[in-house]
């Protein structure tokens, strides 16, 4: 499986990845991006098999990146990796076609409970 | 007469519950808080934080001592104190204020926006005057501060109520 990893903070994403290990899943190849519109490109140019993205981003915000993959025509498997978890906000990553919402801070638990339903 | 929203703010208690739980996950540490009133510290601090805007305005700061901002680094990279670089003492303590400032937003108001982190790595004389402060709660980490503050500025629309 590939995963693309989006939050501009360099330090979430190595600790997203960590706990994607930690918490059992089976990954061979990890893409990063720093922002939002860096997500959204390597959505479509790279095939990822998850995007696991921040949503407060430069550049595009994670919401917005989602609403341009989804535009674009790719149904990639999409979760959100947030500090900010209301119900209007889950609404929306849902009505975008986000699988999933992960508040930071997590545990590898978390992870397992988001991502089990969706990877083998 | 006029009719403030009024918004509900962590208490000291919900504040150190926030950022407690934030050094268990990441940093795989327990925080212990601290009661007393320090002496204000003199010696050169680092500061992060994040604005929140909407029916409460204002900012969450964090403050620690750059050695207390170095050990937070290396335990988020994995990486030995001495190893860590600047640009990574940013990001690491701009997350930190980030994950804090986003729970705090969720409490405050859920139409609110959250900018991204601002990090001054030399904050020594650094003030707020446009802010004053609501919460404050203080921990101490490896022998180094760490103060999580909540800051309302003063044209807020709501009054915040504890």
Redesign the interface.
Same mark, same amino acid.
């Given at each position: 499986m590939r995963v693309l990893v989006a939050d501009d903070s360099t330090v979430m994403r190595r600790i997203v990845v960590r706990t994607l290990r930690q918490a059992g899943i089976d990954f061979d190849e990890v893409l990063e991006a720093a922002d939002g519109r860096q997500a959204y490109e390597a959505a479509l140019a790279d095939g990822p098999d998850l995007v696991l993205s921040d949503w407060n981003m430069p550049e595009m915000t994670g919401i917005e990146s989602l609403r341009a993959i989804r535009a674009a025509g790719s149904d990639v498997l999409f979760g959100f990796v947030t500090s900010e978890g209301s119900d209007e906000m889950r609404a929306e990553a849902e009505a975008a076609g986000a699988s999933f919402l992960i508040t930071k801070p997590f545990t590898a638990e978390t992870f397992r409970d988001a991502l089990e339903p969706f990877v083998d | 007469m006029s009719v403030e929203t009024m918004v509900s703010l962590p208490s000291d208690v919900e504040m150190i519950e926030i950022v407690t /739980?934030?050094w $268990? %996950?990441?940093l795989d540490d327990e925080l212990l808080p601290v009661f007393a009133d320090a002496a204000g510290s003199t010696g050169n601090r680092l500061v992060a934080w994040v604005s929140i805007s909407g029916e409460w305005t204002g900012h969450l700061q964090v403050t620690t001592t750059p050695g207390g901002a170095r050990d937070i #680094?290396a335990g988020?990279? /994995?990486l030995e104190a001495a190893e860590v670089e600047t640009g990574?003492v940013a990001? $690491?303590i701009?997350?930190i204020a980030?994950?804090? !400032? !986003? #729970?705090v937003? !969720?409490m405050v108001g $859920? %139409?609110a926006a &959250?900018s &991204?982190p601002q990090v001054v790595l030399d904050a020594s004389a650094l003030i707020s005057p446009d802010a004053h402060e609501v919460v404050q709660v203080r921990f101490q980490w490896r022998g180094e501060p760490i103060e999580v503050s909540l800051w309302e500025r003063r044209d807020s629309n709501g009054g915040g109520q504890r």
């Open positions: - | /739980q934030v $268990a %996950s990441f #680094t988020m990279f /994995q990574e990001d $690491a701009g997350e980030n994950m804090i !400032g !986003g #729970t937003k !969720g $859920a %139409s &959250l &991204l």
